[in-house]
C-alpha cells in the first residue's frame, strides 16, 4: 500500500522510556516467573478502568482493544515479560516494544496482546501482573471481552447481540438498556476466565462481555458492538465509532464475495468430468 513510503515515514529513531519500577512476580517456584515493568509517565492513571485485549479462539477482544487504544492515542506505561514468553518483539512505530504492554490516560488503560500465551502457569501469571498493577494504580473497574465463536453465518442482529456479566450494577444497567442480555451458564477460558476468576477473591470490580463471531471467517461487527458497549457505559470515554464500522462493513462485503465465489466454484468442481 505504501510502496518506499514507509522508508520517509520513519528515521529509524527511537527514545527508550524510563524505567520507573520493575517488580518480578512469582508464578511457579524456582522455574517460572513474570515481570511488570512500568515507564515514567507525564500524567496519573490513579482510579481509572482498565480493559484487557488478548487473543482467545476469536480476535474480537484484539480488534476491540486496539482500535480503542489507536483512537485514544494512549501512551505506553508498563509492560509485561517473562523468559518463559516466546522470543519475540513487535516494532510499532518505529520503536521496539514487548508483546504484552499496558496504555493509559487519565481515563482508561488498556492492557494489549497480540500472541497466545504459551501456557496456564504464563497466564496465571500474567494476570497475577494486571492485578498487582491495577492494585498499585487503584483501578475502579476491570473489563475483558471474550470473543464466542459460531459456526454458522450471523445475521445483523446475532452479531451485536452480546452477552455479559458484572459485579457493577451500574454496568448491568447499562448493558440492559442497549438490550443485551445476561450471561447464565458459560466456561470462560484462556486469560478472560483467569481474570474473572481471580476477581472472585480480589476487591477490585470487574465485567465481561461476550461477542457471538464467526468461526469460519473473521467478523468485525462483534467488535463493534463491544465498543459501542463501553462508550455507552464510560461517561468520561468518547469513542467514535465510524471508522470501525466502515471497516467491519468493507470486510462484511469481502467476506459474502468471496463465500459467492467459493460456492461458484464448489458448484463447478461438482459437475465437472475431470478426475484424476
Given at each position: 500500500?505504501?510502496?518506499?513510503?514507509?522508508?520517509?515515514?520513519?528515521?529509524?529513531?527511537?527514545?527508550?522510556?524510563?524505567?520507573?519500577?520493575?517488580?518480578?512476580?512469582?508464578?511457579?517456584?524456582g522455574n517460572m516467573s513474570v515481570t511488570?515493568?512500568?515507564?515514567?509517565?507525564?500524567?496519573?492513571?490513579?482510579?481509572?478502568?482498565?480493559?484487557?485485549?488478548?487473543?482467545s479462539a476469536t480476535l474480537t477482544s484484539?480488534?476491540?482493544?486496539?482500535?480503542?487504544?489507536?483512537?485514544?492515542?494512549?501512551?505506553?506505561?508498563?509492560?509485561?515479560?517473562?523468559?518463559?514468553?516466546?522470543?519475540?518483539?513487535?516494532?510499532?512505530?518505529?520503536?521496539?516494544?514487548?508483546?504484552?504492554?499496558?496504555?493509559?490516560?487519565?481515563?482508561?488503560?488498556?492492557?494489549?496482546?497480540?500472541?497466545?500465551?504459551?501456557?496456564?502457569?504464563?497466564?496465571?501469571?500474567?494476570?497475577?501482573?494486571?492485578?498487582?498493577?491495577?492494585?498499585?494504580?487503584?483501578?475502579?473497574?476491570?473489563?475483558?471481552?471474550?470473543?464466542?465463536?459460531?459456526?454458522?453465518?450471523?445475521d445483523e442482529k446475532s452479531a451485536t447481540?452480546?452477552?455479559?456479566?458484572?459485579?457493577?450494577?451500574?454496568?448491568?444497567?447499562?448493558?440492559?438498556?442497549?438490550?443485551?442480555?445476561?450471561?447464565?451458564?458459560?466456561?470462560?477460558?484462556?486469560?478472560?476466565?483467569?481474570?474473572?476468576?481471580?476477581?472472585?477473591?480480589?476487591?477490585?470490580?470487574?465485567?465481561?462481555?461476550?461477542?457471538?463471531?464467526?468461526?469460519?471467517?473473521?467478523?468485525?461487527?462483534?467488535?463493534?458492538?463491544?465498543?459501542?458497549?463501553?462508550?455507552?457505559?464510560?461517561?468520561?470515554?468518547?469513542?467514535?465509532?465510524?471508522?470501525?464500522?466502515?471497516?467491519?462493513?468493507?470486510?462484511?462485503?469481502?467476506?459474502?464475495?468471496?463465500?459467492?465465489?467459493?460456492?461458484?466454484?464448489?458448484?463447478?468442481?461438482?459437475?465437472?468430468?475431470?478426475?484424476?
Amino acid at each position: 500500500e505504501y510502496g518506499d513510503n514507509w522508508k520517509k515515514q520513519s528515521t529509524g529513531f527511537y527514545k527508550k522510556p524510563k524505567v520507573v519500577a520493575r517488580e518480578d512476580i512469582l508464578v511457579c517456584p524456582g522455574n517460572m516467573s513474570v515481570t511488570l515493568v512500568e515507564f515514567e509517565t507525564e500524567e496519573s492513571f490513579d482510579g481509572c478502568t482498565m480493559l484487557h485485549g488478548f487473543p482467545s479462539a476469536t480476535l474480537t477482544s484484539i480488534l476491540v482493544s486496539g482500535f480503542m487504544r489507536e483512537t485514544l492515542d494512549l501512551p505506553m506505561v508498563a509492560v509485561i515479560t517473562s523468559p518463559s514468553f516466546p522470543p519475540r518483539c513487535l516494532i510499532e512505530n518505529s520503536v521496539p516494544v514487548h508483546p504484552v504492554r499496558i496504555f493509559a490516560n487519565k481515563d482508561i488503560a488498556i492492557v494489549q496482546c497480540e500472541f497466545k500465551l504459551p501456557s496456564s502457569e504464563i497466564i496465571h501469571g500474567v494476570v497475577k501482573a494486571i492485578f498487582k498493577f491495577a492494585e498499585k494504580h487503584k483501578v475502579k473497574m476491570m473489563i475483558t471481552v471474550e470473543g464466542l465463536p459460531m459456526d454458522k453465518e450471523l445475521d445483523e442482529k446475532s452479531a451485536t447481540s452480546l452477552a455479559f456479566v458484572s459485579t457493577r450494577q451500574d454496568f448491568i444497567d447499562s448493558m440492559v438498556k442497549l438490550g443485551h442480555e445476561p450471561l447464565t451458564d458459560s466456561v470462560m477460558v484462556g486469560v478472560a476466565g483467569a481474570l474473572l476468576a481471580e476477581s472472585t477473591t480480589e476487591p477490585i470490580d470487574v465485567a465481561c462481555l461476550v461477542a457471538p463471531t464467526s468461526s469460519k471467517f473473521p467478523d468485525a461487527r462483534s467488535a463493534v458492538a463491544c465498543v459501542k458497549a463501553i462508550d455507552h457505559y464510560l461517561d468520561e470515554v468518547e469513542i467514535d465509532t465510524a471508522p470501525l464500522e466502515q471497516k467491519a462493513a468493507a470486510l462484511q462485503a469481502s467476506v459474502k464475495k468471496l463465500l459467492k465465489q467459493e460456492e461458484t466454484e464448489a458448484k463447478g468442481a461438482g459437475s465437472s468430468s475431470m478426475y484424476l
